[in-house]
């Protein structure tokens, strides 16, 4: 198992030994040669550190880390081959899962401090999305890979699920980010620039922890915030097959808690995006009507899904969404006319006495809205 980082007045880690580092260097103006620095990082070869010597990698990840070493950036980056984003596991992979890379990465992410605005910070928001893209890389590995799974990957799944509301509040925290939009990055780009981008990695390390808890039976309770970034995260991607999966997750989440966690959710939710001073909820509203009105799968499926998540936020949040249907900024359906229609719908597509029920309960809740 990995070791935990050290911070503060805590004990100094030691520089780990490498075979790939130059211990001398020719000077350019004297041509003497000299020794290179023990502190001096710029002289190691990280990508053969990084596929040479991957027991190596977590060790080195958090001395520089500790110490605020800019080479932490080079290690990360020679780091993407060894890990992979192809359809399997590299043969360093074994060597970084057993020595907990996904757990430090974890723990380095929700320290304090990181994604900082100060100029000059060592966890600015340029090394806070490294770190970021690097889990999610990791966490593809698990989720999204059809490899065979590894006996390792339970102790790192474990060890990351102990600090996971600890990062839905850290990526919740810098929700803000996510207006970096994807549609900005020219479509025929590659995932290693997709990862230099906020929302994209944010997005993956929030839904793969959402699945890899589900998959271990971990119930998300909305006051972890998970739902709160996804829901704002939906606004921000172009992509219609994962604003369904954004609303599916969320949906579960909202039926798996208590009843009375829904209105301080949409009420969280609602604050943070009206504190911000920006235009996320008409565009939210504006966006999220007709996608509703156009999914019309039947049962329990996106359709119902999107409608529940959408009754739910009108019908707590009545006094702001009322005031965005009035105005001129919202573009969208008449919300009125939209509820009245989706009423029928959905009463009509029920099949069975306890989709009748859960039909119902849908209704009660959009009538109210309409009041």
């Known amino acids: 198992m990995h070791r935990a980082l050290t911070h503060g007045s805590a004990r100094a880690l030691v520089q780990p030994p490498t075979r790939f580092r130059a211990i001398s260097y020719r000077d350019p103006t004297t041509a003497a040669t000299l020794p290179v620095a023990s502190d001096d990082l710029t002289c190691v070869d990280w990508q053969r550190v990084a596929l040479q010597e991957s027991m190596r990698v977590v060790e080195w990840i958090r001395y520089m880390h500790q110490h605020e070493?800019?080479?932490?950036?080079?290690?990360?980056?020679?780091?993407?081959?060894?890990?992979?984003?192809?359809?399997?596991?590299?043969?360093?992979?074994?060597?970084?899962?057993i020595t907990g890379l996904p757990v430090v990465l974890v723990e380095i992410l929700t320290e304090d401090g990181m994604f900082s605005t100060t100029p000059g910070a060592f966890k600015d928001i340029k090394y806070s999305i490294a770190i970021m893209s690097m889990l999610a890389l990791c966490f593809r590995i698990v989720v999204t890979f059809d490899a065979p799974q590894d006996p390792n990957d339970g102790d790192w799944i474990f060890g990351c699920l102990q600090k996971r509301d600890q990062l839905f509040h850290t990526l919740w925290n810098v929700h803000y980010l996510c207006r970096t939009r994807r549609s900005t990055i020219p479509p025929d780009v590659g995932m290693p620039d997709l990862l230099?981008?906020?929302?994209?990695?944010?997005?993956?390390?929030?839904?793969?922890?959402?699945?890899?808890?589900?998959?271990?039976?971990?119930?998300?309770?909305?006051?972890?915030?998970?739902?709160?970034?996804?829901?704002?995260?939906?606004?921000?991607?172009?992509?219609?097959?994962?604003?369904t999966s954004?609303?599916?997750?969320?949906?579960?989440?909202?039926?798996?808690?208590?009843?009375?966690?829904?209105?301080?959710?949409v009420q969280q939710f609602i604050a943070a995006c009206t504190?911000?001073?920006?235009?996320?909820?008409?565009?939210?509203?504006?966006?999220?009507?007709?996608?509703a009105r156009g999914h019309r799968t039947a049962g329990g499926?996106?359709?119902?899904?999107?409608?529940y998540v959408l009754t739910a936020l009108l019908r707590y949040g009545a006094e702001t969404f009322a005031r965005?249907?009035?105005?001129?900024?919202?573009?969208?359906?008449?919300?009125?006319?939209?509820?009245?229609?989706?009423?029928?719908?959905?009463?009509?597509?029920?099949?069975?006495?306890?989709?009748?029920?859960?039909?119902?309960?849908?209704?009660?809740?959009?009538?109210?809205?309409?009041?």
């Open 246 to 265: 954004v609303i599916s997750q969320v949906y579960a989440m909202m039926k798996k808690d208590m009843a009375e966690s829904i209105p301080v959710f």
């Open 301 to 307: 499926g996106s359709a119902y899904q999107y409608l």
């Open 275 to 291: 504190a911000e001073k920006s235009n996320h909820l008409i565009r939210f509203l504006n966006e999220i009507v007709p996608y």
């Open 196 to 243: 230099e981008h906020f929302p994209f990695p944010a997005h993956i390390v929030v839904s793969h922890m959402v699945l890899l808890s589900t998959e271990t039976s971990q119930r998300i309770p909305l006051s972890a915030h998970a739902a709160h970034f996804l829901l704002y995260y939906w606004v921000y991607t172009p992509d219609a097959s994962e604003r």
């Open 69 to 97: 070493h800019k080479a932490v950036l080079k290690l990360l980056e020679a780091l993407r081959p060894a890990i992979n984003y192809g359809e399997q596991r590299t043969p360093q992979w074994r060597n970084l899962a």
């Open 324 to 371: 965005i249907a009035v105005s001129p900024d919202y573009k969208s359906v008449e919300l009125t006319q939209f509820l009245i229609v989706q009423c029928h719908w959905q009463l009509c597509c029920k099949e069975g006495s306890r989709d009748n029920a859960e039909a119902w309960k849908l209704i009660f809740g959009m009538l109210e809205c309409i009041e």
